[in-house]
């Protein structure tokens, strides 16, 4: 499977190294891709697409804070299925993130606010940059 290293991830997304580093050594981006002291973070389809999603609700002004989980519960729904064009994100009322595929909340609680990551077009985007099939 093709990978891409950190730097052409954030290059892709459009994030500054030392910004995600920074996000990632606070645990602000806990979907992160794991790597070891010296070991260069690489980044798979659904890592970046991922990463893509995250930098743009930055872009849209949410904090890594609240962008970080809510972007990585999405995004691993996302990554479950590819049939999920989309996915909206939000917090209840009690301030829990919460994802649903396709902006379908059935049997969940009200939403206060929602996000909704068009997933299709993040991953359009990603392989408009990558060539997946070369090793």
């Known amino acids: 499977m093709r990978t891409v290293s950190s730097a052409e991830a954030l290059e892709i997304a459009g994030l500054s190294r030392v ?6 050594a606070d645990g602000l ?5 794991r790597t070891e002291k010296g070991v260069a ?4 389809r659904d890592d970046l697409v991922t ?3 995250f930098a743009r609700a930055l ?3 949410m904090t890594s804070r609240a962008a970080g ?3 990585c519960l999405a995004g691993t729904l996302a990554a479950e299925s590819a049939g999920y064009r989309t996915v909206h994100a939000g917090a209840d009322a009690a301030g829990r993130d919460s994802v649903y595929p396709n902006g ?3 049997g969940h609680g009200p939403r206060l606010a929602a996000v909704v990551f068009d997933f299709d077009a993040i991953r359009a985007y990603v392989d ?8």
């Open 41 to 44: 973070r690489v980044f798979t």
């Open 128 to 135: 408009s940059k990558v060539d997946w099939a070369v090793a």
């Open 104 to 106: 379908s909340p059935k």
């Open 51 to 53: 990463l893509v999603a």
């Open 69 to 71: 989980p809510l972007v």
């Open 29 to 33: 981006y806990p979907c992160a891709p």
């Open 59 to 61: 872009q849209l002004g």
């Open 19 to 24: 910004k995600f580093n920074e996000i990632v």
